[in-house]
């Protein structure tokens, strides 16, 4: 990656399901490439996705800890 809080995250899931879940948490908490199709590969389990996100900015709906710490 070029720039510091730019990162790219290899997930892999028991299912489409979980899959989902953990990419639509990861878009609410930072701005992302958005859910993505899995991939799965024969002979291995899971289904697997590669998400881009960017740490600098915030998602849809940020958690209420996202963002500066408290002064």
Known sequence: MSEPG???LDITAPDETTLNTV???LQER???SGLS???RTPGHPG???RVYA???RPGTS???DAGEPPR
Do not use: E
């Open 37 to 39: 199709t899995g991939q």
């Open 23 to 25: 990419t639509a948490g």
């Open 30 to 32: 930072w701005a992302t």
């Open 47 to 49: 289904i697997r996705a």
């Open 62 to 64: 940020p958690s209420p």
């Open 6 to 8: 730019l990162v790219v």
């Open 54 to 56: 960017d740490t600098r």
